[in-house]
């Protein structure tokens, strides 16, 4: 039994703080106090009674979708800004960047990053030789064409992380979310009136890879072949270098070939990727709280590739009705 | 501590991943926190999804010297919060079920089983006064202890434990009431 002089709201913390780290009772409180005992005991029940009701936790689900969401912001804004300074940079310096990248990691190692898988050390490597490339294509065409190969590449990734069994949710919906920003990228460029169609060979994204669907969810056979174009230019990239000395007719059908060539390739995604990830969506080894992330992953793949389709017809057609005007 | 001093560390270097496990480790917090705000568990649901993507686009701003990440974390809920009400200021105000239980000091056994829910809490708390509530939804939703509420609200702790006595006495007067409105 304690008498205190204490101011009550001190003894009303000290009684509060003890009950609610399971230090002391109730009653242990009020044998302690048994001057203040009546009006402390009703205080304290009133703020138990409060403790106890805010004690709820939010639906999983209602995590898993902020989780979810907040992978989908890093992916759409990369870095957080830390300086207005680095907010801005030129193409210049995504030039720069990208030596720098090879200089630093040697190019071995970048090349060594394109087969890499989420976990592994590398794939940030992967990761950001992916936005370089993406920042330094040259056309709409080439950016589209990179984007795509970037989202089957993920699509892989996850049959890959989910092959292996354990999967981490969190990294499979990083992954996931990844896939959503490159598949909408992809679907908003080409839109109708875009005419600017200015094809060049730059990195050489766009060779060679026109007929090569997604793949059955094998990482390792899946050679992206945008990128496998970057590492071994094909002769379609020398003509393209060259194209300044090429007729302007010439330059128009190159165009053409390179949005059919995505187009073939587009549509065989859109064809390949519901699948295999509905294929992920009905695997046991599928944490039930990912299924989330796959779920939207599925809805992007259905909406957004047959808009991509529908914008690069778009896009044909208005590239022929203005030849045909010449 | 440490280790979320290190986190946060990383996630002011734009690490994802440090991100990340600060947003498993504070999410539960922020929502209830919201919760006894607001009153509602979906859009609070919502709301905390959306604190946990505006703290990730401005943590380059965070100062680790300054409050700490939590405190800060808090003041991005109620920020948003504010003009969530203000936004929602024309909605009426939400009545509680009448069958549901109310204190009383008759009969001290019941009152030991008392069973309120949080939006009785938060129904009950708009009586409070703006720093009342802030402390009652720092200390309980948020699960911080005086000192961290003194902390995030800048005041010393003698001013909280004031505050947070005369909450409760309001609080319990608010539920009381109930007893004669049959509301709370």
Redesign the interface.
């Known amino acids: 039994m304690e008498k205190s002089n204490k101011k009550l709201d001190i003894i009303f913390d000290e009684c509060l703080d003890g009950m609610l780290t399971g230090q002391v009772t109730l009653e242990q409180c009020l044998k302690k106090y048994p001057d203040q005992a009546a009006e402390l005991e009703p205080l304290l029940r009133t703020a138990l009674s409060v403790n106890n009701a805010v004690a709820i936790q939010p639906s999983p689900e209602a995590k898993s979708r902020g989780r979810y969401q907040l992978q989908l912001k890093m992916a759409q804004a990369g870095k957080p800004r830390r300086s207005p300074i680095f907010g801005w940079q030129p193409r210049w310096a995504v030039a720069v960047m990208t030596v720098m990248l090879v200089f630093t990691l040697g190019g071995g190692t970048v090349l060594a990053a394109d087969s890499s898988m989420p976990g592994s050390p590398l794939y940030p490597v992967k990761i950001a030789t992916e936005n370089v490339r993406v920042k330094l294509a040259r056309s709409d065409v080439q950016k589209e064409a990179i984007l795509a190969t970037c989202a089957d590449r993920r699509v892989a990734e996850i049959a890959h992380v989910v092959a292996k069994g354990n999967v981490d949710t969190q990294r499979l919906e990083s992954v996931a979310a990844r896939y959503i920003s490159q598949v909408d990228r992809m679907s908003g460029m080409m839109t109708a009136g875009d005419q600017t169609v200015t094809v060049t060979g730059g990195m050489g994204m766009m060779t060679a890879t026109a007929t090569q669907p997604a793949a059955a969810p094998q990482p390792e056979a899946t050679t992206p072949p945008a990128l496998a174009a970057t590492r071994k230019p094909a002769d379609k990239t020398e003509k393209a270098q060259s194209q300044e000395s090429t007729p302007p007719q010439a330059t128009a059908n190159q165009q053409d070939d390179e949005i059919e060539q995505l187009k073939v390739r587009i549509i065989a995604y859109g064809i390949s990727h519901p699948g295999q990830i509905e294929k992920l969506l009905n695997d046991p080894k599928v944490p039930e709280q990912a299924k989330y992330a796959l779920r939207r992953m599925l809805q992007d793949a259905r909406e957004k590739y047959p808009q991509a389709i529908k914008n690069l017809e778009n896009q044909q057609k208005s590239s022929g009705k203005n030849r045909g005007g010449d | 501590m440490q280790d979320e001093h290190d986190l946060v560390h990383r996630a002011?270097?734009?690490d994802?991943?440090a991100?990340?496990q600060l947003?498993?480790s504070h999410?539960?917090r922020i929502?209830?926190y919201v919760?006894?705000k607001i009153g509602n568990?979906v859009e609070?649901?919502d709301m905390?999804?959306q604190v946990?993507?505006r703290a990730?686009?401005?943590?380059?701003s965070y100062k680790q010297q300054g409050v700490p990440f939590s405190a800060w974390l808090f003041r991005i809920a109620h920020n948003q919060m504010v003009d969530f009400i203000r936004k929602q200021s024309k909605r009426p105000t939400v009545q509680l079920d009448e069958s549901l239980p109310v204190?009383s000091?008759s009969n001290?056994q019941q009152?030991?089983e008392?069973?309120?829910?949080?939006e009785?809490?938060a129904v009950a708390a708009r009586q409070l006064t703006k720093a009342q509530r802030e402390v009652?939804s720092l200390r309980?939703?948020g699960g911080q202890?005086?000192a961290e509420v003194a902390r995030t609200m800048s005041k010393s702790e003698?001013a909280i434990?004031?505050l947070?006595?005369?909450a409760?006495?309001a609080?319990?007067k608010t539920?009381k009431a109930g007893t004669h409105d049959g509301k709370i």
Not at chain 2, 56 to 60: A, D, F, K, R, V
Not at chain 2, 114 to 118: A, D, H, K, Q, W
């Open positions: 002011c270097r734009g994802r991943e991100f990340s947003y498993e999410f539960d929502y209830r919760v006894i568990r609070a649901e905390t999804q946990f993507v990730y686009e401005s943590i380059g204190m000091d001290p009152e030991a008392l069973r309120l829910n949080i009785q809490v009652i309980f939703a202890s005086i003698g434990k004031a947070q006595h005369s409760i006495q609080l319990r539920l």
